[in-house]
T-cell receptor, first 113, second 113 residues
Framework: SQQGEEDPQALSIQEGENATMNCSYKTSINNLQWYRQNSGRGLVHLILIRSNEREKHSGRLRVTLDTSKKSSSLLITASRAADTASYFCATDAVGGANSKLTFGKGITLSVRP | DSGVTQTPKHLITATGQRVTLRCSPRSGDLSVYWYQQSLDQGLQFLIQYYNGEERAKGNILERFSAQQFPDLHSELNLSSLELGDSALYFC????????????FGEGSWLTVV
C-alpha cells in the first residue's frame, strides 16, 4: 500500500487562485518531499521538509508538516497555467532502506487561464 | 534537466521478449533507483543500488533484474515481458551533494504488444 496518500485526487482552479494539496502518511518519517510531474515527463523535485521542521517556503510554494497528525500540505500561491501538472508527496520512512522514497498516487492540478 | 539520463525514451516490444533500460546518474551520485509508473499501480519503487551494490528492493518482479556498473551507470533488465509490464520506467539518483533529494530522469516508455 502507498505510504503517502494525497488529497484531493484532482483539483481545478482559476489562474491566480491558491492551490492547497494535502498528503497523509502512515509511519514515522525522516522527511517528506513534494514532486511535480508534467504529463509523460519525469518527476521534478519541489521541496523537502524534515521531520523536525514545521513549515518551509520556496518561492510560491509553502509546505507544512504536522508529524502528530502524520500529514503535510503543499500550498501554491497565485497559481499559473504552467502549474498544471500532477503533484506527488513522497516519504522517507524511519527505519526504511536508505532514501527509499514511497510515493502517493498523486494529485492532478488543473489551472484554468 | 535533472542530470539523470535514460535510454531509450520509447520502446515497443512483443510479449515474451526481453529489454534492457539504461540509466546514467547525475555526476557524482552513488545511488541509483528504479521506479515503475503505471496508471493502475501508480509510482512503484523497484530497486536501489549504491556504489554497485544492491541496497534496497521494492516491488520488483523476479522476471526483472538490475545492476549498477563500476562507472555507476545502471541497467534494468525486463524479461518474459507481459502486456501488464507496459509502463513508464524511471531511473533516479541521489548523492551526498543532494542530501535526501532524489533526482529523476525523463523515463523510458515501454509498450508491450
Amino acid at each position: 500500500s502507498q505510504q503517502g496518500e494525497e488529497d484531493p485526487q484532482a483539483l481545478s482552479i482559476q489562474e491566480g487562485e491558491n492551490a492547497t494539496m494535502n498528503c497523509s502518511y502512515k509511519t514515522s518519517i525522516n522527511n517528506l518531499q513534494w514532486y511535480r510531474q508534467n504529463s509523460g515527463r519525469g518527476l521534478v523535485h519541489l521541496i523537502l521538509i524534515r521531520s523536525n521542521e514545521r513549515e518551509k517556503h520556496s518561492g510560491r510554494l509553502r509546505v507544512t508538516l504536522d508529524t502528530s497528525k502524520k500529514s503535510s500540505s503543499l500550498l501554491i500561491t497565485a497559481s499559473r497555467a504552467a502549474d498544471t501538472a500532477s503533484y506527488f508527496c513522497a516519504t522517507d520512512a524511519v527505519g526504511g532502506a536508505n532514501s527509499k522514497l514511497t510515493f502517493g498516487k498523486g494529485i492532478t492540478l488543473s489551472v484554468r487561464p | 534537466d535533472s542530470g539523470v539520463t535514460q535510454t531509450p525514451k520509447h520502446l515497443i516490444t512483443a510479449t515474451g521478449q526481453r529489454v534492457t533500460l539504461r540509466c546514467s546518474p547525475r555526476s557524482g551520485d552513488l545511488s541509483v533507483y528504479w521506479y515503475q509508473q503505471s496508471l493502475d499501480q501508480g509510482l512503484q519503487f523497484l530497486i536501489q543500488y549504491y556504489n554497485g551494490e544492491e541496497r534496497a528492493k521494492g516491488n520488483i518482479l523476479e522476471r526483472f533484474s538490475a545492476q549498477q556498473f563500476p562507472d555507476l551507470h545502471s541497467e534494468l533488465n525486463l524479461s518474459s515481458l507481459e502486456l501488464g509490464d507496459s509502463a513508464l520506467y524511471f531511473c533516479a539518483s541521489s548523492g551526498q551533494s543532494s542530501g535526501n533529494t532524489i533526482y529523476f530522469g525523463e523515463g523510458s516508455w515501454l509498450t508491450v504488444v
